[in-house]
């Protein structure tokens, strides 16, 4: 089983960067393909972005693409979300999840296991 611990969150003006960190403990991300999700208060959860367990494929929701970017690096057991020009409608939650089973799913029923989440908000 594996556990996740996110990180990177805070406060920024609208146009800037943030970048997010997700550590996975107790097994190592090659067994898992990953995702973002974000909550904004009163919102269902939503996806953001995924990545295959080998680095190969990345996937968008049209809200970020273009902004945000997802990768993956294997030694430090660690994805990422770079996420650029961003704007105050990316006020969330983001949390990251992890799936044994391969694809990069948006939903969020397919994912097993979760971490804690990191506040991100931006200021107008």
Do not use: H
């Amino acid at each position: 089983q594996v556990q996740l611990v996110e990180s990177g969150g805070g406060l920024v003006q609208a146009g800037g960067s943030l970048r997010l960190s997700c550590a996975a403990s107790g097994r190592t991300f090659s067994n898992y393909d990953v995702g973002w999700f974000r909550q904004a208060p009163g919102k269902e959860r939503e996806f953001v972005a995924a990545i295959s367990r080998s680095g190969t494929w990345t996937y968008y929701a049209d809200s970020v693409k273009g902004r945000f970017t997802i990768s993956l690096d294997n030694p430090k057991n660690t994805v990422y979300l770079q996420m650029n020009s961003l704007k105050p409608e990316d006020t969330a939650v983001y949390y990251c999840a992890a799936k044994p089973d391969y694809g990069l799913g948006y939903y969020k029923g397919e994912y097993d296991y979760w971490g804690q989440g990191t506040q991100v908000t931006v200021s107008s």
